[in-house]
């Protein structure tokens, strides 16, 4: 599987957008970009996906660069509730890669 | 509806003693899969199965771990003889016919303590 890079933590505040970073330069051009959350002491929780357009949902959008070797996720207006670990995770389309494969994540913390 | 269910929520259990570990997936969902979580590891995926067929079991630490599912509605992860680095947070999650993008729905997984 191709890796993924993200920043071990982020801070933000909340009400105030974030933007989650992830980098996958060896990314594939049948992979799908995936996102999940683990919040505290719950299984994670699938947040969002794309290929190479940019996309939205109730959760939060995914901004895809044009090259594919990068990718943010965001969250529009934080709120206490999103402090998460959130693993970004490349899956294989043609494949059908079923396992996901975890990295560390970004842990974000949110102040009030 | 209802998501995965999974239990016990906690199991505490002396070294040794076998340790069963339930999951129910999501009705119609044909993948179901384990994982394990720990401080070192991380999440890692012990085995899946398709159709209650076991697929991949490749990250299943050794023999004394087992896995079964008799049936679409029911898998189990076995333990035995348990050993205290059994400890972990062990998730069960689902799916449907996957074909890159389709999201797997996690259990609140069950905490494993071996003394």
């Known amino acids: 599987d191709a890796k993924t890079t993200q920043p071990n933590s982020m801070e933000s505040n909340e009400e105030e957008p974030v933007h989650l970073p992830c980098n996958h330069s060896t990314i594939s051009g049948t992979d799908y970009i995936h996102w999940y959350r683990q919040l505290p002491s719950q299984g994670p929780e699938y947040v969002i996906h794309g290929l190479t357009s940019n996309v939205n949902n109730r959760m939060a959008s995914l901004a895809i660069a044009e090259d594919r070797k990068s990718s943010t996720l965001i969250l529009h207006r934080a709120t206490l509730r999103d402090a998460a670990v959130y693993y970004c995770?490349?899956?294989?389309?043609?494949?059908?890669?079923?396992?996901?494969?975890f990295g560390q994540g970004t842990r974000l913390t949110i102040n009030p | 509806d209802a998501g995965v269910i999974q239990s016990p929520r906690h199991e505490v259990t002396e070294m040794g003693q076998e340790v069963t570990l339930r999951c129910k997936p999501i009705?119609?969902?044909?993948?179901l899969f384990w994982y394990r979580q720990t401080m070192m590891r991380g999440l890692e995926l012990l085995i899946y199965f398709n159709n209650n067929v076991p697929i991949d079991d490749s990250g299943m630490p050794e023999d004394r771990f087992s896995a079964k599912m008799p049936n679409a509605s029911f898998s189990t992860l076995k333990i035995q003889p348990s050993e205290p680095r059994d400890s972990a947070v062990y998730f069960c999650?689902?799916?449907?016919?996957?074909?890159?993008?389709?999201?797997?729905?996690f259990g609140d997984g069950t905490r494993l303590s071996i003394l």
């Open positions: 995770i490349l899956r294989d389309k043609v494949q059908g890669a079923q396992k996901l494969v």
């Open positions: 009705s119609g969902h044909d993948y």
């Open positions: 999650a689902s799916t449907t016919h996957t074909q890159g993008n389709q999201p797997q729905h």
